[in-house]
Nanobody, 126 residues
């Protein structure tokens, strides 16, 4: 059974950077498209970024394009989210997710991601 564990969240000030990581166990990492989602207090969970299993393509939400970078390290079964120029509106719990549909295009639809981590809190103060 696939398990995902996020780390790297914390407190930051506007303009700072943080790097989130997500480690997979119990699955073949290279078979999965991977994604990051976030949920702010009182809001629905939303898509942040995704990366294909072959690292051939990435996809970003408009709100983070140019500031966040998603990457993966397949030998370490780890995905990262480099977050730069953080804004208070980036405050949320960040979740990593895995989409096991082989050879499929990246999707922002959370319902296609069938494994989820427990999340890591990111808080950005102004």
């Amino acid at each position: 059974q696939v398990q995902l564990v996020e780390s790297g969240g914390g407190l930051a000030q506007a303009g700072d950077s943080l790097r989130l990581s997500c480690v997979m166990s119990g699955g073949t990492f290279t078979n999965y498209n991977m994604g990051w989602f976030r949920q702010a207090p009182g809001k629905e969970r939303e898509f942040v970024a995704a990366i294909r299993s072959d690292s051939g393509s990435t996809l970003y939400a408009d709100s983070v394009t140019g500031r966040f970078t998603i990457s993966r390290d397949d030998p370490k079964k780890t995905m990262h989210l480099e977050m730069n120029t953080l804004k208070p509106e980036d405050t949320a719990v960040y979740y990593c997710a895995a989409d096991r549909r082989l050879n499929q295009r990246l999707t922002i639809n959370q319902y296609y991601y069938d494994s989820w981590g427990r999340g890591t809190q990111v808080t950005v103060s102004s």
